[in-house]
């Protein structure tokens, strides 16, 4: 059975979701539906799991300036790179 749900929330976020889900050939509502079932199923104990003492001490170690892997491992490239020619690495 089906039943309608309101949700509020950033015009911004909403956007984004309604693009995402589009170049996905769903629905906002199914994305939503899809989410809310897996945090709320079985599988969501072995994630909260994850989180621990340890875990939690390391939050925010390594800033988050929006690059992701690949920006980073080519930076660190060409910093390794530029060392090698100048006789430094």
């Known amino acids: 059975m089906l039943t309608k749900l309101t949700l509020t929330m950033d015009n911004t976020v909403i956007g984004r979701a309604k693009e995402y889900a589009r170049s996905h050939n769903t629905s906002v509502s199914d994305l939503v539906e899809k989410y809310l079932d897996r945090i709320s199923g079985k599988e969501w104990p072995v994630l909260a799991a994850l989180h621990s003492p340890l875990v939690d001490s390391m939050t ?9 892997y690949k920006e980073l491992l080519d930076e660190a490239r060409m910093e390794r790179f530029a060392q090698k020619g100048t006789g430094l690495g």
């Open 60 to 68: 925010g170690v390594v800033p988050d300036d929006g690059r992701d």
